[in-house]
């Protein structure tokens, strides 16, 4: 598929999350966009990042221990869990209206770091809401 004038491969793992890194095989974490959900950001937002750690998530925790952390995140923030909801009954829950609406902007911030960069991306998506 192209995205623009870029050509691009996209790839949605059939393993359980937390095995994503095994869905990686074969594939090099140089030029890599991982699109994923985020407990630490509020609902809705879409932020830019290259490298860094896991943060708790155990699929990026599973793509950082096949490939290493120099990657491309695009993270959509889902907030935290209403009191008395567990992390794992919040994050396989049903997605809030706020998230549903970020994940346009995500693909937006996608096609950014195709088409100019995660530099770009990061100045255009990482600002205020």
């Known amino acids: 598929m192209s995205i623009g004038l870029t050509d ?3 790839l949605k793992p059939t393993t359980f999350m937390n095995n994503s890194g095994a869905a990686l095989a074969g594939y090099r974490a140089e030029g890599l ?6 407990l630490d950001l509020e609902a809705g937002t879409v932020r830019v990042k290259v490298g860094g750690g896991a943060g708790g998530h155990r699929g990026l925790r599973s793509i950082i221990q096949n490939l ?13 869990p209403p009191i008395g909801v567990t992390v794992t ?7 809030d209206a706020a998230t549903r609406d970020a994940i346009p902007r995500a693909a937006d911030a996608v096609e950014t770091v195709l088409e100019d960069g995660p530099g770009a991306a990061m100045n255009r998506f990482n600002g205020p809401a």
């Not at 966009?33 to 985020?38: E, K, L, T, Y």
């Not at 009954?89 to 997605?95: A, E, K, T």
């Open 8 to 10: 691009a491969t996209l």
């Open 33 to 38: 966009i991982v699109v994923h959900d985020d």
């Open 68 to 80: 290493g952390d120099d990657f491309i995140r695009v993270r959509i923030g889902i907030g935290r």
């Open 89 to 95: 009954d919040y994050v396989l829950g049903r997605m």
